[in-house]
């Protein structure tokens, strides 16, 4: 008798478990699902070492010409892509080291970084990308597409990128280019 | 009172209808046509209608006349949009129209001062000191009705002044700006146009919306079908972009002639400003403030009704090629 009362206690123990981690993996449908768990498949496969490094490009404006100029960089890899992107902004944000311009006010830092599975990249910057731009129509355009053709041009897996500013969807930069829409890289912007 | 064809497929929404105007939105059928009954919440007030194609859309702007209600209403007024799929005959449409309207946007203004050159000019006063030379060069050689979208140093917001233009029954849209740059070196006037690269997702939601519109109103439910409105309304701009391009190139051309400055050509560019206005609208940035030189200049009587002229007469050939039509 004893131990069919336990047996029942241990079957309705085990479906309350099983209940409860049910419960908190299907509710986070309308949420925007942390990177970790939307990185494609074929980048969180590769197992790399301790210590590789990957090269990426880096998209700068520069002094001699209104086109964005390429860079490259050697940067630590990493198994996950959302790590490898951060470190991408980081280091656009860190500048050039051939001598171009950086199209961010200084005290720029990047918040968070997370790619959708459906490829949309969002780029979470602080408030003073917004609140020290220079605000003209060239200089938001170089800002938007370093960061943007820096991303979707090493990261196969991003496809669009949405900038975010202090954790929210902005109107602008600084009164002229839309922010409230993904961007598509543009190559046509970039020196040959 | 809409009066339709046998043939004519009409579906009517009946969604709630939420606003500090309008109490009540009811619809009622006859035989041969729809009545929509309007109750307005209050009884001092004045209305104008028009109607817009692709999509079509009927707008009914509700006006209160009282002081204190009057910023809230203009607010109202860019949202209250209806859509029906039959546009009325009887209303004027934009090329039948003999005034023409043309809306100048002096960007920036209040505290949003836009780009600053290491002098001290701020975007926001050249922009508004420009647009009233334009304005005045308009009205003393054409027969055109000029209105813009502030003409105080405020703020006013980008889907105001979107709105303003709509409101107006704009024919063109001219938004006049002064650029910055990271590059000191960077000069020359630049005119743009909207460049709207929707993403695939976008252009099938389009194109389907085109083919299937009275499918959709019956197969999409109340949440999915604003935001799809609010996408068509976001992309106005989307049907104009030749003209657009054709308005930006003439004016262009002018700017550089006039100023003899070098040719940075016109350019497509994602404007917040543009991407709503439902006729062919450009950008202007006339001139350079990270520029030394330029910041110098774009302070100048000379240099200013210099631009407006040159803005004025890349209309005028606009308007020419278009008359040739």
Redesign the interface.
Known sequence: METKRVLILGVLFILLVVLVVLFFRSGGEERIRPSAEVVSPELESLSKKPGETRKIVLFF???ED?LLHKEEREMLADASLVQEAKQTIEELLNGSKNGY???FPPETKLRELFVTKEGVAYVDFSREIQEKH??????E??TVFSIVNSLAYNFNSVK?VFILIDGGEK??L?????L?????P?YDLVAK | MVRIGPNVPFRIQRRAFKSRVIQSMTWSRGKDYYLLNIRIKHSNFSYDYFSLNNPHKLVIDISLHDEKNSKEDKILKGKEVLRKEEPRKEFPSRSSREIKTVVIDPGHGGLEIGAKGKFGTAEKDITLDISFKLKAIIERNLAFRVVMTREKDIDISLDNRTAIANNNRADLFISVHANSSYRKEASGPETFFLSQKATDEEARRLAYLENNSAELEEGIDRENEEEIQMILWDMAQASYLRQSSQLAESIQKELNLLLGTTDRGIKQAPFKVLAGVACPAVLVEVAFLSNADEEKKLGTEEFQSNVAQAVFQGLVNYLKLHSQE
């Open positions: 404006p520069s002094e209104s311009l950086s199209p220079l605000s003209g129509s060239s200089s355009m170089a669009k109107e602008t600084g009164g002229h280019i839309s409230l829409r993904p961007f598509l543009q």
